[in-house]
């Protein structure tokens, strides 16, 4: 259990979580949250009991050599806590590995330490592979059940009916406490989803600084991005049926672009896009 008198007092902090397994293809969402504790410099406050909520024998713990001595490390989930943000409002990361059991019980836990720290949003990063082109932008979309957050950040409600990970499970805990909570999942491309993705984690952290309405260090995720797809082309063009594929999925996704260039949405991008170098100017 989280010791929760051993929490920090925070101002209108928001809680941003992303789980390494079925909910983090390319490993674009749990690298957000490694990015931002890094940027951030945020500091591990608090951690779940491994043994409530692992198998061990498909979370395998790991031997560790620290100043010449051997020592073993559970995996599990952390929460970290950021205090020196651009955003003008504390961040608590949650950052794990999504549990092999007692998922209620997980996301109960969870919970208590957000309303214990005040947080008055959460949201919850995921990524999935899908049939896009790694050469085009990578769509990130965002939902939310809360009509009063999806007006302020022109969100829409998700649609979807079927099998949910640790992600889902924790939005819905969410929205039981009261507390609004949003989902941002990034489409990583399937024939390229099983290693990082950095032009994923970038599309992600994007979608972040809309959410947040507030900019974010890129740090080396852009240069990281370009070197991805140079990657990719060159494997790509080594084999003409791979080409020829991705060839497909571009005409596909440039089609099913062409609406967005409505004068509407034009207009809501540049009215973000004016938002956020207002934020950089101050």
């Known amino acids: 259990m989280i010791e ?5 007092e925070l101002k209108d902090a928001v809680m941003i979580a992303a789980f390494e397994g079925w909910n983090d293809a390319g490993e674009a969402a749990s690298a957000v949250i490694e990015h ?3 940027i951030w410099d945020a500091e591990v406050v ?3 009991d491994p043994e409530d909520y692992y198998d061990f024998q498909v979370n395998r713990p790991r031997v560790l050599l620290e100043g010449g001595k051997r020592r073993i490390s559970w995996r599990t989930t952390r ?3 950021a205090t020196d943000t651009p955003l003008g409002r504390d961040v608590v990361l949650v950052q794990g590995v999504e549990p092999s059991f007692r998922w209620r019980a997980f996301a109960i836990e969870l919970m208590e330490l957000a309303q214990a720290t005040d947080v008055s949003m959460v949201i919850t990063l995921g990524a999935l592979m899908a049939d896009v082109a790694h050469s085009r932008p990578i769509p990130v979309s965002a939902t939310s059940d809360s009509e009063d957050t999806r007006h302020r950040h022109d969100l829409e409600m ?3 009916e079927g099998p949910t990970g640790i992600v889902g499970v924790l939005a819905d805990a969410a929205t039981q406490v009261g507390i609004p909570s949003v989902s941002a999942w990034a489409a990583v491309p399937h ?3 099983h290693s990082p993705s950095p032009k994923a984690t970038l599309a992600l952290v994007s979608r972040l600084e809309e959410l947040l309405d507030a900019p974010i260090e890129h740090a080396d995720l852009d240069e990281d991005a370009r070197a991805w797809e140079r990657g990719i082309n060159e494997l790509a063009s080594s084999d003409s049926e791979v080409a020829e594929y991705v060839e497909s999925l571009e005409e596909a996704q440039d089609t099913a ?6 004068g509407d949405a034009i207009a809501k991008e540049f009215e973000r896009y004016l938002r956020r170098r207002g934020t950089d100017e101050q």
């Not at 929760?4 to 920090?8: A, G, I, V, W, Y």
């Not at 672009?257 to 409505?262: C, G, V």
């Open 36 to 38: 931002l504790a890094e």
């Open 4 to 8: 929760l008198d051993d929490l920090p």
């Open 257 to 262: 672009d062409l609406p967005e260039a409505s």
């Open 158 to 160: 998700s649609t979807y």
């Open 191 to 193: 024939y390229a989803g």
């Open 46 to 48: 608090a951690a779940l």
């Open 79 to 81: 929460v970290l806590v």
